[in-house]
T-cell receptor, first 114, second 112 residues
Framework: ETGVTQSPTHLIKTRGQQVTLRCSSQ?????VSWYQQALGQGPQFIFQ???????GRGNFPPRFSGLQFPNYSSELNVNALELDDSALYLC?????????????FGPGTRLTVL | QKEVEQNSGPLSVPEGAIASLNCTYS??????FFWYRQYSGKSPELIMF????GDKEDGRFTAQLNKASQYVSLLIRDSQPSDSATYLC????????????FGAGTQVVVTP
């Protein structure tokens, strides 16, 4: 049991809509990273939040945005949904400590865009 | 060229045998290396991490790192049917400890 939780488990949206995904980090962790995993692929880094600020971003457009709250929980927001946004969205929790940063994943949110 | 490459498999391994998984990466500045196990329909689970050249053992798992050859591997000894899963290799981006780039994974099937 990693202690990282995500909600909702599944979500179905239509193209053009907006979605918010939520993540609660593991106790003692202060950093949250978000990944997108398409079927048959490895997770792709979206961005990371540390001390409520974005701390690194992958190759995703600005319509992917996020927040981190004082309790280290986080949200991922996606605007103007496209069909290719259908994927498993994973949140990973870690303790920022320079080298290392072992990341522990939550169960994920399966997003389907129709 | 993909930045983190793994053989997609499936890698078929008899029960009790050793499974050997390989991963190569392109960024010489990468310093942190991770192996995750992902069962079908589930999220990745961290099973090993290694930061220094050489071997690191944890139970039935051994990770091996060779930075000069930009190569990291995972050995699973005494393979069990419960080891059947996809194994993901992850490497940090050189500009950030916290950004991980993943390979596409190697599917392992342990046959009784």
């Amino acid at each position: 049991e990693t202690g990282v939780t995500q909600s909702p488990t599944h979500l179905i949206k239509t193209r053009g809509q907006q979605v918010t995904l939520r993540c609660s980090s593991q106790s003692g962790h202060n950093t949250v990273s978000w990944y997108q995993q398409a079927l048959g692929q490895g997770p792709q880094f979206i961005f990371q939040y540390y001390r409520e600020e974005e701390n690194g971003r992958g190759n995703f457009p600005p319509r992917f945005s996020g927040l981190q709250f004082p309790n280290y929980s986080s949200e991922l927001n996606v605007n103007a949904l496209e069909l290719d946004d259908s994927a498993l969205y994973l949140c990973a929790s870690s303790l920022f400590q320079g080298r290392g940063n072992e990341q522990f994943f939550g169960p994920g949110t399966r997003l389907t865009v129709l | 060229q993909k930045e983190v490459e793994q053989n997609s498999g499936p890698l078929s391994v008899p029960e009790g045998a050793i499974a050997s998984l390989n991963c190569t990466y392109s960024d010489r500045g990468s310093q942190s290396f991770f192996w995750y196990r992902q069962y079908s329909g589930k999220s990745p689970e961290l099973i090993m991490f290694i930061y220094s050249n050489g071997d690191k053992e944890d139970g039935r798992f051994t990770a091996q790192l060779n930075k000069a050859s930009q190569y990291v591997s995972l050995l699973i000894r005494d393979s069990q049917p419960s080891d059947s899963a996809t194994y993901l290799c992850a490497v940090n981006y050189p500009d950030s400890w916290g950004k991980l780039q993943f390979g596409a994974g190697t599917q392992v099937v342990v046959t009784p």
